[in-house]
């Protein structure tokens, strides 16, 4: 049996830049989606509307990076995230974490746009990895119940991140003493 993927279909027009999600969002999708929305912002998009009517499942990490889209379009003075049309499965998926209700939401009809797709390619692992981590930390800062069940999961990971990029870079320093 093969693991559903996600796919990550983009449009902008002007200042709104419309992002849908299709299958399932997760981790693998997360640092595509931050590095797309990263672009988006440098060229002035004020309104991110993330589109999950075929969405059928977030991650934890995929839900941190929407909670980390909202917050740095907020910092930045541009704007909102919007979630658009979500399925009763992400509904309910994001009632239970408790950060439904830091989201606007609206019923639209599907946009008929030009989508294209963007890559969900793993060729950074430092990057994926860090991605990861910021994602839970910023589901560890929410406070409550919604904080707090993150709180122990966003410290672990950051500790495995760390150590392995310290692992990484003593074997590279290992190898560099080994090259004539």
Same mark, same amino acid.
């Given at each position: 049996?093969?693991?559903?993927?996600?796919?990550?279909?983009?449009h902008?027009?002007?200042?709104?830049?419309?992002?849908?999600?299709?299958?399932?969002g997760?981790?693998?999708?997360?640092?595509?989606?931050?590095?797309?929305?990263?672009?988006?912002?440098?060229?002035?998009?004020?309104?991110?509307?993330?589109?999950?009517?075929?969405?059928?499942?977030?991650?934890?990490?995929?839900?941190?990076?929407?909670?980390?889209?909202?917050?740095?379009?907020?910092?930045?003075?541009?704007?909102?995230?919007?979630?658009?049309?979500?399925?009763? *499965?992400?509904?309910?998926?994001? +009632?239970?974490?408790?950060?439904?209700?830091?989201? @606007?939401? &609206?019923?639209?009809? !599907?946009? =008929?746009?030009a989508?294209? *797709?963007l890559?969900?390619?793993? +060729?950074?692992?430092?990057?994926?990895?860090?991605? @990861?981590? &910021?994602?839970?930390? !910023?589901? =560890?800062?929410?406070?409550?119940a919604?904080?707090?069940?993150?709180?122990?999961?966003?410290?672990?990971?950051?500790?495995?991140?760390?150590?392995?990029?310290?692992?990484?870079?003593?074997?590279?320093?290992?190898?560099?003493?080994?090259?004539?």
């Open positions: 049996m093969t693991t559903p993927r996600g796919i990550l279909r983009v902008q027009q002007g200042e709104q830049a419309d992002v849908q999600v299709v299958g399932w997760r981790m693998y999708e997360s640092l595509p989606l931050r590095r797309y929305a990263a672009e988006c912002l440098a060229r002035g998009v004020t309104l991110f509307r993330i589109d999950l009517r075929h969405c059928t499942y977030l991650d934890s990490t995929f839900l941190g990076t929407l909670l980390h889209l909202k917050r740095s379009s907020k910092r930045l003075g541009c704007g909102d995230v919007i979630l658009v049309s979500p399925s009763a *499965e992400c509904r309910r998926l994001l +009632d239970q974490i408790g950060v439904l209700h830091f989201f @606007v939401t &609206e019923t639209s009809d !599907e946009v =008929a746009a989508w294209q *797709e890559a969900c390619t793993r +060729d950074d692992p430092a990057a994926f990895n860090r991605s @990861v981590v &910021e994602a839970h930390e !910023e589901l =560890a800062g929410l406070g409550g919604a904080g707090e069940q993150f709180r122990a999961v966003a410290r672990c990971l950051a500790r495995d991140c760390s150590a392995e990029s310290q692992a990484t870079a003593d074997a590279r320093d290992a190898a560099k003493r080994t090259t004539p």
